[in-house]
């Protein structure tokens, strides 16, 4: 089976990921797409992202009932992209596994821990984000990485917080069953 292996904090989890995520399906390019939300980020302060409980549910709570979407948990779900593809390919062998990721991370990619053997171990499946069109990457090929053709996403969870603490609505921006689930739990209340 071919599985995108989708990592990132999902601090919270929004519209954009999970069309991205639908529309590699839809497109045949993989067979399931894992989202796996990781303890903390390497390129952001660790103290400002929510508790992984509270992330793994919204997922959960987003791709409810959404065919060939699930959360993984790897076991405390590394942090870095080649540890978690090292770990899919322990837990779930037999598998194709890619890497989903939005083009606006193409040039920070060389700067991750171990980028070339990433993409020994998966082939990358990038996806349109506005503003990233002229970003370049010369580890990238069409034999390591596939960018696929479709409408842009224009939004991030940076955005839907900073909303949030602004009083703004976010109802357009996340699922309704995670809007509730923000608003039931107050995070992102006094976080931006």
Avoid at 35 to 53: M, Q, R, T
Avoid at 72 to 82: C, K, Q, S, V
Avoid at 145 to 157: F, H, T, W
Avoid at 168 to 183: A, C, F, T, W
Wanted: net charge negative; hydrophobic share 40%.
């Amino acid at each position: 089976m071919k599985v995108a292996l989708f990592g990132g904090t999902f601090d919270p989890v929004h519209k954009g990921h999970v069309n991205a995520a639908k529309e590699i399906l839809r497109q045949g390019l993989v067979d399931e797409v894992w989202f796996i939300p990781v303890c903390w980020h390497a390129f952001k302060e660790n103290g400002n992202v929510s508790l992984i409980d509270h992330r793994k549910k919204m997922i959960g709570l987003a791709i409810q009932g959404e065919k060939g979407l699930k959360v993984i948990d790897l076991n405390g779900n590394p942090t870095h992209t080649f540890d978690t593809i090292l770990k899919a390919k322990k837990y779930f062998p037999g598998n194709e596994f890619f890497w989903l990721m939005g083009t606006n991370l193409v040039e920070e990619f060389s700067s991750w821990s171990k980028p070339k053997m990433v993409l020994q171990e998966a082939k990358l499946i990038l996806f349109p984000v506005p503003g990233s069109e002229h970003e370049k990457n010369s580890l990238f090929n069409s034999d390591n990485s596939i960018i696929v053709q479709a409408k842009e996403i224009d939004l991030s969870s940076t955005i839907v917080r900073e909303k949030l603490s602004k009083g703004e609505s976010i109802e357009d921006l996340v699922d309704e069953k995670v809007l509730d689930y923000i608003e039931e739990n107050r995070l992102y209340s006094n976080n931006a």
